[in-house]
């Protein structure tokens, strides 16, 4: 009779294909074990940065999959991020968001994800991204000039935060420009200027990024 120590998984071939699926909505945590599983990955799930730790101290992972946004919590995706990394320092992280922007993908880039999809997740993009990512196809990328040049063209200025503070407070342009003592048509080129450096279109979505960001607090 055949060992059963032969007919198991090498533990490393089992690591190398054990994934941790981070978000705190129940219906795409489902959706995605459901795809990677059907494909022949180990999955695990966490809803909460407290689960991410849990899951993480009991087991070793290959990726981590994660959302960004986390409704009603105190800390944002970039938090498990930087987390996730600090304790696995060469996992695949792959970050997902309803909400991209040239400032999340770099900031992310910042702390060595390893590739940013946008949500809804298509099933073919989601296993071609893992296989890229497990496979080393997609390296971890790191603080490189060019990345470093991104962030220093995206810093605000101390103006620009200024305007990004008063249309969080909700004042319109003609009020921010008698609050700053310049021009109407002045304090809407300070508004663009935000609204393209955060990678946005409208006050809301400058407001929404600016605080995953962490640049303003409620």
């Known amino acids: 009779m055949q060992n059963d120590k032969s007919l198991r998984t090498p533990e490393s071939e089992v690591t190398g ?5 981070v978000d705190d909505d129940e219906v795409t945590r489902l959706y995605l074990e459901h795809a990677l599983v059907a494909h022949g990955y180990q999955v695990s799930v966490a809803e909460n940065f407290d689960a991410v730790k849990s899951s993480m101290q009991r ?34 992280i792959i970050i997902m968001t309803s909400y991209p922007c040239t400032d999340s993908a770099v900031q992310a880039l910042r702390i060595k994800a390893s590739d940013y999809l946008t949500k809804p997740v298509r099933k073919a993009e989601l296993i071609s991204t893992v296989e890229k990512v497990l496979q080393d196809k997609v390296p971890i990328i790191g603080p490189d000039k060019e990345s470093a040049a991104a962030i220093r063209e995206l810093a605000l200025s101390s103006r620009e935060m200024e305007v990004l503070q008063m249309l969080f407070k909700g004042y319109n342009y003609t009020e921010i420009a008698e609050m700053l003592d310049c021009g109407t048509s002045t304090a809407k080129t300070y508004g663009k200027r935000v609204y393209k450096k955060l990678g946005v279109q409208s006050r809301s979505e400058a407001v929404y990024e600016a605080l995953q960001l962490k640049l303003i607090r409620r």
């Open 17 to 21: 294909r054990r994934i941790l699926v």
């Open 59 to 92: 087991e070793n992972y290959a990726l981590v999959m994660m959302d960004l946004v986390f409704v009603d919590c105190n800390y944002s995706g970039f938090d498990i991020l930087e987390y996730v990394r600090s304790v696995c320092t060469d996992c695949g």
